[in-house]
């Protein structure tokens, strides 16, 4: 089991109030998908080779974007429903480990995409997305079997687009080489 680590958790506050907890990973997703010049790695991303079933760029910003909104309201449902005083100690143990592994994989989520389209760093953000995807498994199991079944079923889809994302990250790696760099850019042109 995890534990509760109060320096790597967000604020309860962030975790109490649903407006803060859905808009928050939204911010931080829109700041870090901006924050890495989102021409630059559209262009990228269709210059390098691609595994089969790539989606076309403009799916990723509105998936992402339901994706955190859902991951953000299965954090406000989990820790709210689950740290309730008329919770057994187990279950309110359970949401709280479950917001410390919450705000891990949210910086795990936040560090792919610089690792791999601002670094170009493919086996460190394959790595990442791996880390992520163990993360996001064991965290929808912890909160539906142990705190509230519809966080846990609300961090389905997030665990399945993960599974995607591991597949394209390492898809794109080995297909490339394991070499994004911008001269590799040039010698496929």
């Known amino acids: 089991m995890t ?3 109060s320096h790597l958790t967000l604020p309860e506050a962030v975790f109490n109030s649903a407006p803060a907890s859905i808009l928050l990973p939204i911010a931080l997703g829109s700041v870090v ?3 890495t010049r989102p ?3 559209k262009r990228s991303y269709l210059a390098w080779k691609q595994p089969p079933l790539r989606p076309p760029p403009y799916l990723f910003g509105p998936v992402w974007t339901l994706l ?3 991951m953000g309201y299965a954090a406000y449902r989990a820790v709210t429903v689950g740290t309730s005083p008329l919770n057994s100690a187990a279950t309110i143990a359970a949401a709280k480990h479950g917001a410390t592994l919450y705000t891990i994989q949210l910086g795990l989520n936040m560090a792919w995409m610089p690792l791999f389209f601002g670094l170009r760093r493919p086996i ?3 790595v990442d997305v791996v880390a992520m995807l163990g993360t996001n498994a064991y965290l929808a199991w912890l909160w539906g ?3 509230d079944a519809t966080a846990g079923w ?3 889809p997030y665990v399945a687009w993960l599974s995607f994302a591991t597949y394209l990250s390492a898809g794109v790696g080995y297909l490339n080489d394991w070499d994004l760099s911008e001269k590799a850019d040039k010698k496929q042109a």
């Open 3 to 5: 534990t509760f680590i």
């Open 33 to 35: 998908g901006w924050s």
């Open 39 to 41: 021409k630059e790695t």
């Open 68 to 70: 955190y909104g859902m």
């Open 124 to 126: 460190e953000a394959t």
């Open 145 to 147: 079997t142990q705190v």
């Open 154 to 156: 609300l961090l389905v």
